[in-house]
């Protein structure tokens, strides 16, 4: 996976396979839907950050992020309406499990609107400064451990 992305994003030539260019298979970012009906997009590398916060995130859609670690950018798709309380642990509980403090007992994770989500100048792909956030301590679950009401994967 690393090599494609590193394929991706121009730092490798893409492998020759007998002759021919081999064609790059993007993975997608891991679509979620919450115990009260939310979706929920998970990027998993900086490629798929930037297409879950730039290309799937709505502006008024909600975005996490584990503050000061590399980590996953998670959108909450509000589509108009109030993200619950219950549904806002759910996606930060994701966005701490797909991070680097996977293993830490409880991770503070930012949340913000997407449209105050804007990408470094400059910077490299996926690396973004946002505003006006709120903060949540959550334990890292992973989907499958959300509890009675858990999340639940969309078929692709």
Known sequence: ????????QGYLR???????????KRSKPLHLRTSEGFDVFIGRSAAQNEEVTFRIGHSDDLWLHVRTIHGAHVIVRREGREVPEQ????????????SQAREEKA??????????????????????????????????????????????????
């Open 1 to 8: 996976m690393l090599e494609v992305e590193a394929e991706e």
């Open 14 to 24: 893409p492998t020759n396979v007998g002759g021919k260019r081999r064609k790059i």
């Open 87 to 98: 549904s806002l642990r759910e996606a930060a509980s994701l966005a701490a499990y797909f």
């Open 107 to 156: 991770v503070d994770v930012d949340v913000s609107r997407r449209s105050l989500v804007r990408k470094i100048p400059g910077g490299p792909v996926g690396l973004v400064t946002y505003r006006a956030e709120q903060t949540l301590r959550v334990a890292p679950r992973a989907p499958e451990e959300q509890g009675p009401a858990r999340i639940t994967r969309v078929p692709r």
